[in-house]
């Protein structure tokens, strides 16, 4: 019966492959166009198709070769499929025994009750260092991400990566989030919320693997309360899942080099290819995990699970195919039908950088990052989990509980893809490792009391119980310094655009620019402004115009227009008056000749 089915698919796909590209491109453009979303399939050019047209034609050679094998030598082929089967057969018979395994690792244990107490409280201190945060005004990047792709129709939504503003998976997730809860900017961030509490279990799951309770209990605490952490958990962008992944999948490696379990290897490729999914700079967390765990391999860690190193090859390789493969399929109505491959690798954001550019650019990104992630950080602080990651490294050997030190691997790893692909180093490539770097500053803070080998254990669970009570109180300190009423006050954008939408008259139109007009798509859409409002509007004549400046930015009322493709001349220029104010932002009307 298989072997009918593999014939029959091999014939199938092969007549389909030859039907279709013995074709003319004009022909076969005129098919792609029909399951196009925008009945345009713009990417498919020309050279695309004189690309892939020879790539077609030779796996209709191989589909033809296989069915013909299956043919002529019945008995043979019969033998490998059912071999194969019997081998797959096999592997899902270790499945519940290795899933046992796996959620025996994980799972809390009558020893560690009071600690997974203590995770919980963090969590529900996470969430109530961040409740307050998911109402803040929303930002100029997630609003555009809900305006341009969450509230487009699904074939657009994962179909378009003109620009890497879409973090597709995560653009899946806020539509989700929308159909079920409304679009508010609390639900469009719940996605990135959810991710943003889950990593500090997360945080805590590695920081154990890497040095045992203590410091992974001062390091999840400290996930809950990093502010750039808090921030990026209540930004509706794919960022902090892109954080979670990196987490999960580092934890799985150090679990993974230590069993040969399969259905960890299955959550290790669908980690992989979520986070691909959700942006593919996730090469880097990737990359460095597998690069961690060959060279756990060459220091012998792998051995007692594995054997020999070929036989960890082997899962390691098959982990990272079926993690491109899984990729691929995920992002095939990007290149079939929507925005093309070129969208994903040649886009102008990842354009390769001169080498002199590179190197100027990555000092400046070291700067920002290092400035980002101890925004709101009191200098203390920052010294002492600066000291706390050098002592973590210096002294890996003796505290950690890996062979690998993990920074040089992250490091090297890192350094070395950025010079082979000369991309500009953007910070928010590596702001992944931001938890983990609490969690080397945590194993280093109580190095010293590790390498005494005394009974220190209550003078330990004092520092970490009086870190993370001042961590706490400092927490709520900075909550209260952003909303002194311990409430989210309606921001600037939304007040001004609750004026228009009450002002406005059919006929009418708004101008507005870069870098406030997506906040004003978003809030004009929440009250209710109709897109022909906003959008194109130099394409029709307005009896009245609404031009919104920020004050201090060198913008004009006329520049306003001017950018929007509006002729000033048009419009009573002298006699146009300020109608609204709020803090920078500044309402003028125009009114037409």
Not at 289 to 300: Q, Y
Not at 393 to 414: G, Y
Not at 558 to 572: C, F, K, R
Not at 585 to 593: A, D, G, M, S, T
Request: aromatic fraction near 16%; charged fraction near 15%; proline fraction near 5%.
């Amino acid at each position: 019966m298989v072997r009918k089915i593999l014939l029959f698919a091999t014939f199938g796909l092969s007549v389909f492959f030859m039907w279709f590209f013995e074709k003319s491109y004009f022909q076969a453009r005129k098919l792609m166009d029909q399951i196009s979303p925008n009945n345009s399939f713009e990417s498919f050019s020309i050279d695309v198709f004189e690309f892939i047209q020879p790539i077609g034609w030779g796996l209709t050679g191989i589909l033809i070769l296989s069915g013909l094998y299956l043919i002529f030598f019945k008995t043979r082929s019969q033998e490998s499929i059912t071999g194969c089967i019997a081998w797959l057969k096999k592997q899902f018979k270790r499945l519940p025994k290795d899933f046992a395994h796996l959620w025996d690792a994980y799972r809390p244990h009558k020893a560690g009750i009071l600690y997974l107490i203590a995770v919980l409280i963090i969590m529900l201190a996470a969430i109530l260092f961040r409740i307050l945060f998911l109402n803040y005004p929303m930002r100029y990047d997630e609003s555009y991400t809900v305006v341009v792709f969450a509230m487009r129709p699904w074939l657009n939504l994962i179909s378009d990566y003109s620009l890497p503003n879409n973090h597709i998976f995560h653009t899946v997730l806020v539509k989700i989030a929308m159909i079920l809860f409304g679009s508010a900017p609390r639900s469009v961030r719940m996605p990135a919320f959810i991710s943003g509490i889950l990593c500090v279990p997360a945080g805590y799951l590695l920081a154990r693997q890497l040095y045992g309770r203590k410091p992974a209990l001062m390091s999840a605490g400290l996930i809950a309360a990093l502010p750039m952490l808090i921030s990026y958990s209540t930004n509706a962008r794919g960022y902090s899942q892109y954080i979670l992944f990196s987490l999960v999948l580092f934890s799985l490696a150090i679990y993974l080099s230590k069993h040969a379990n399969l259905v960890g290897w299955g959550l290790f490729v669908l980690t992989g290819a979520a986070g691909f999914y959700t942006v593919p700079f996730m090469l880097f967390p990737f990359g460095a995990v597998c690069l961690w765990i060959l060279g756990s391999a060459l220091f012998g860690e792998t051995r007692q699970a594995y054997a020999g190193f070929g036989r960890l090859l082997k899962y390691l390789i098959s982990a990272g195919l079926m993690t491109g493969l899984l990729t691929m399929l995920v992002y095939l109505p990007v290149i079939l039908i929507g925005t093309g491959f070129n969208s994903l690798v040649g886009n102008p954001f990842v354009t390769p950088l001169s080498y002199s550019d590179l190197w100027v650019s990555m000092g400046e990104q070291i700067q920002s990052t290092w400035m980002n992630w101890n925004y709101d950080l009191p200098l203390a602080i920052q010294i002492v989990l600066a000291v706390g990651v050098c002592l973590s490294l210096l002294f890996h050997a003796r505290i950690s509980r890996v062979k690998v030190p993990l920074p040089i691997v992250l490091a090297t790893w890192i350094v070395g893809l950025l010079v082979l692909l000369r991309r500009n180093p953007l910070d928010r490539i590596w702001l992944f490792l931001m938890p983990f770097w609490l969690i080397w500053a945590c194993g280093g803070f109580l190095m010293p009391l590790n390498l005494l080998r005394l009974h220190l254990k209550r003078l330990q669970t004092g520092l970490v119980v009086g870190s993370l009570i001042i961590t706490a109180y400092w927490s709520f300190q900075r909550v209260h310094t952003y909303f002194p009423g311990w409430q989210a006050d309606p921001g600037k954008v939304e007040l001004a655009s609750e004026y228009l939408s009450q002002n406005l008259i059919p006929g009418d139109a708004i101008a507005v620019i870069f870098p406030y007009d997506a906040p004003y798509w978003y809030y004009l859409k929440q009250f209710g402004v109709k897109d022909e409002y906003m959008h194109q509007i130099n394409l029709e004549q307005h009896e009245r115009v609404f031009a919104v400046v920020t004050e201090g930015e060198h913008d004009s009322p006329v520049h306003v227009l001017q950018s929007q493709g509006l002729l000033p001349e048009d419009y009573q220029i002298d006699e146009a008056s300020m109608e609204y104010r709020i803090n920078d932002q500044e309402i003028y009307l125009f009114h037409h000749r």
